[in-house]
């Protein structure tokens, strides 16, 4: 077994700094961390999570991106999970920080880190992989892996949105826009998955043309509606797979004097509580985005405490709320000019 003589060998420096330096004491410099975090790792040493003062769970982060309501709320949820146990959740942007001589166990172990969380993201999928390939407790959150050492929390949100159909397919809608972004990933490959089943068992037609590509913000929300109801037929309902996109649409909806549900019905996204904040009340699928969290860094503080030792493979599932935006189809399906501008009022 690996001890810190061996490892203050190894790196050429004593046993006391090595101590230091695997508890991120302040006098270590940063050269010295890493120097031993390096040692540690080709000696397959693993400190206890009781040896350390104040454990640390790191959360991924990509500083050139803006935190949103999801990051925040994820955040909400995994300082609950750690809250008892009393640890600290520690920001680490792998990109920026790490060396390319450095494994991911040995930069987290620099850090202080005795795991890490891993959110959404283009780029973190295979980050993910590569930390589990290491044994490095991570979890990562709203992706799906087939490779059974990599542990995930996600939320199927393929039922809900196809139940979100079912209802506008139920009051009388047969044209159904749909509004995703302009990247693709599990959680959005789930409802394209649940509005296409939902068409098909009712028998209603897919129109490609009913699905539209836009930035998930306020201002592609808009973008979004004008596109769909500038066309010679367009959709009496839209469903937005994002929750930015439909509080832009009211809005823009609002502006151009188009009356929801009179004239359009839209069903949008929730991560949170935001379609309880606008007027009239946003008929949602909702996801449970601090359980997602929650159950990340629960399953992180057992891994790192050494009594959980099986990866977490947990999937939540998201909930259909009717609110205020869904109704029956207008007799004359309203049309704007590309611009929004309505032609039929």
């Known amino acids: 077994m690996t001890s810190v003589r061996d490892i203050a060998k190894k790196a050429g420096v004593s046993a006391a700094t090595v101590s230091r330096a695997l508890k991120n004491h302040p006098d270590i410099s940063s050269a010295t961390r890493r120097r031993v975090a390096v040692a540690a790792n080709e000696a397959g040493y693993a400190m206890p999570v009781s040896a350390v003062h104040k454990c640390c769970v ?15 709320l994820l955040l909400n949820g995994i300082r609950r ?9 520690q920001f680490v942007d792998v990109t920026r920080d790490m060396t390319a001589a450095q494994s991911y166990t040995a930069f987290f172990q620099s850090r202080g880190l005795h795991g890490v969380i891993i959110p959404p993201g283009s780029k973190n999928r295979r980050l993910s992989l590569k930390i589990a390939d290491e044994s490095f407790p991570s979890v990562t959150i709203a992706e799906r ?29 047969e044209r159904i826009g749909l509004a995703l972004p302009p990247f693709t990933d599990h959680d959005h490959e789930d409802r394209f998955k649940g509005y296409r089943q939902s068409l098909e068992n009712h028998g209603v037609k897919y129109d490609e043309s009913l699905v539209v590509r836009v930035d ?20 009496t309902a839209i469903f937005f797979a994002d929750p930015y996109p ?17 004239q359009l019905s839209v069903i949008g996204f929730d991560d949170g509580r935001m379609r309880r904040q606008v007027n009239p009340m946003l008929s949602a699928v909702c996801q449970p985005t601090e359980e997602l969290g929650f159950e990340a860094s629960s399953w992180i503080l057992g891994a790192i405490g050494g009594w959980i030792d099986k990866p977490i493979r947990r999937s939540l599932p998201a909930t ?9 189809p207008a007799d004359d399906p309203v049309r704007v000019q590309p611009d929004g501008t309505l032609l039929n009022r």
């Open 145 to 173: 892996f087939d490779e059974p050492n990599v542990a995930y929390v996600c939320c199927d949100t393929s039922d809900a949105s196809g139940r979100a159909i079912d209802h506008l397919i139920d009051l009388g809608h």
């Open 58 to 72: 790191g959360l991924i982060v990509d500083n050139h991106r803006a935190l949103t309501l999801y990051d925040c």
């Open 246 to 262: 439909a509080i832009g649409a009211l809005s823009r909806a609002q502006a151009a004097g188009l009356s929801v549900p009179g």
């Open 320 to 328: 259909l709320e009717i609110n205020q935006t869904s109704g029956v």
């Open 216 to 235: 998930p913000t306020p201002e592609g929300g808009s973008a979004a509606l004008n596109e769909l109801l500038s066309k010679r037929e367009p959709p």
């Open 81 to 89: 999970g750690l809250h008892a146990a009393r640890l600290d959740v």
